[in-house]
């Protein structure tokens, strides 16, 4: 009862293609590479928009000390 054997994986697999279909599997897997890659697109902007902020925040401060 501790693992399953490999006639159950061979089983799950046989439902899980009835169920999305050769085809849809790595449609999905290509939807999930994307995202991932999006993910750390997103989170490599999140760590420089700081270091923009600050600039624009500067400039802003030495309008104001000018005018």
């Known amino acids: 009862m501790g693992s399953f054997s490999i006639w159950?994986?061979?089983i799950v697999l046989?439902?899980?293609l009835l169920l999305f279909g050769?085809?849809?599997i790595p449609e999905?897997?290509?939807d999930v590479a994307k995202g991932i890659k999006s993910f750390?697109?997103?989170m490599g902007e999140d760590e420089?928009?700081?270091a923009e902020t600050k600039t624009v925040?500067?400039?802003a401060e030495e309008?104001?000390?000018r005018g």
């Open 8 to 10: 159950h994986w061979l």
């Open 14 to 16: 046989v439902v899980v």
């Open 22 to 24: 050769r085809g849809k």
């Open 28 to 30: 999905l897997m290509g």
């Open 40 to 42: 750390k697109k997103g």
């Open 48 to 50: 420089s928009a700081p």
């Open 57 to 59: 925040e500067s400039k």
């Open 63 to 65: 309008a104001k000390d």
